[in-house]
C-alpha cells in the first residue's frame, strides 16, 4: 500500500494553506467498530457512531479489509439493490470485478475507484475475480456512501471507472505528504471524479513527522480517516490512528501530522480526507436504500421486490 505513487513527490505540483489561514479544530474522534459485509469479508465502519449532521452528506463508509487471503478464501457480495446515493468503491491492494442489471461492469484494481451513481435503482454484485479466489492474496480498499439531493434521487444510474492513473498528484509543499485527489477541487487542482453532490476526496500518504495543511472550502465539512499508521490532527495535535475518524469544525485549512515512527507494516501515516457540502434535507436510510421519507422508502422496497429496479442478468 498504496498502489499509486511517485519516486520523488518533489516533482509534483504543490499545494498548501494560504498564510493564517484558520485552521479547523479537532471536534470529535471515533474508532471504527469492525464487522463482515457480503459474502463475509472483514470491514471497519468507519462513520458508526457519528451524528450525521457532521457526515452530511456522506451516509457510511467501510474499509474493506487489509486482509491477506489464503488460497480459496476472497469473498464479495452477492446480488444486491440500490437506490437514491452514490457509492464509490476505492481499490488499494486487490481486485473486484463489478456487474450490474443496467448492464453495466469492469474492473478495479491498485487504486482504481468506480464512481456508481445508483439514481432510480438498480441490482449489482461485486466479486474477486477467479485467480485471486485461487491464489489468495492482499485485498484492501473502501466503500464510501454518497447522499443525493431529493432533485437527483431519481436520476438514471451512472457509472465512472477512475483509473488510478488519472488521479490527479500533488505534494505537500516540503514534499512529505503526497497527495491523491479523486474528487473535487483542492487549491486549485481538480479531480477526476464527476460527481452530483459537491465532494472532495483525497488520499494522502504522509511521512514520518511530517504535517500535511490543506486548504478546505468553508462550505464544505471535513473528516479525515486513519487507513494505516498513526499521527495526529489540528492544530491542538489530536491523536488518530489506523481504524479512527476525525471530525473537523468550521475553518479555512486542515492540519494532518504523522508520528515520527510508525509501524514496521507502513512506511507513512496513511490518511483519507473527505469534504462536502451538506445537502440538509431529511435522510431515510435502510438498507440499500436512501430517501427523504419512510413513504419513498416503502416504495422503493415494493419497487425492487417487483423487479422494477433490474433483472439479474445471465452469467
Do not use: C
Not at 478464501?73 to 439493490?81: L, M, R
Not at 456487474?99 to 469492469?106: I, K, L, N, Q, V
Not at 434521487?153 to 503526497?178: F, H, T, W
Amino acid at each position: 500500500m498504496p498502489a499509486v505513487t511517485v519516486e520523488n513527490p518533489l516533482t509534483l505540483p504543490r499545494v498548501s494553506a494560504p498564510a493564517g489561514a484558520p485552521q479547523r479544530p479537532v471536534l470529535y474522534v471515533g474508532t471504527a467498530p469492525t464487522g463482515f459485509e457480503g459474502e463475509g469479508f472483514p470491514v471497519r465502519r468507519a462513520f458508526a457512531g457519528i451524528n450525521y449532521k457532521y457526515l452530511d452528506p456522506f451516509i457510511m463508509m467501510d474499509q474493506m479489509g487489509e486482509v491477506d487471503y489464503a488460497a480459496g478464501e476472497p469473498k464479495g457480495t452477492p446480488w444486491h439493490p440500490h437506490r437514491g446515493f452514490e457509492t464509490v468503491t476505492y481499490i488499494i491492494d486487490g481486485t473486484f470485478i463489478h456487474r450490474d442489471s443496467h448492464g453495466g461492469g469492469g474492473v478495479i484494481t491498485d487504486g482504481d475507484t468506480q464512481w456508481m451513481t445508483a439514481g432510480s435503482g438498480l441490482l449489482h454484485i461485486e466479486t474477486p475475480p477467479e485467480e485471486l479466489v485461487t491464489s489468495g492474496g492482499l485485498f484492501h480498499g473502501l466503500q464510501l456512501w454518497v447522499n443525493l439531493p431529493r432533485e437527483d434521487k431519481m436520476i438514471a444510474p451512472k457509472y465512472q471507472d477512475i483509473r488510478g492513473g488519472s488521479v490527479r498528484l500533488l505534494a505537500s509543499e516540503d514534499g512529505g505528504s503526497l497527495v491523491r485527489l479523486i474528487a473535487g477541487d483542492v487549491a486549485g487542482h481538480e479531480g477526476p471524479g464527476a460527481t452530483h453532490t459537491p465532494i472532495t476526496m483525497i488520499h494522502a500518504s504522509v511521512s514520518p513527522g511530517a504535517e500535511l495543511t490543506l486548504p478546505w472550502r468553508t462550505d464544505f465539512n471535513a473528516l479525515a480517516y486513519g487507513l494505516a499508521g498513526h499521527g495526529s490532527a489540528g492544530a491542538e495535535g489530536r491523536p488518530f490512528a489506523m481504524g479512527q475518524t476525525v471530525v473537523f469544525g468550521q475553518g479555512d485549512s486542515v492540519t494532518i501530522r504523522a508520528g515520527k515512527k510508525q509501524e514496521s507494516r507502513t512506511e507513512n501515516f496513511e490518511v483519507v480526507l473527505l469534504g462536502g457540502r451538506p445537502i440538509r434535507e431529511p435522510m431515510q436510510h435502510y438498507g440499500p436504500f436512501v430517501m427523504n421519507t419512510h413513504a419513498e422508502l416503502a416504495q422503493a422496497f415494493d419497487d425492487y421486490q417487483a423487479g422494477r429496479l433490474g433483472v439479474i442478468p445471465a452469467a
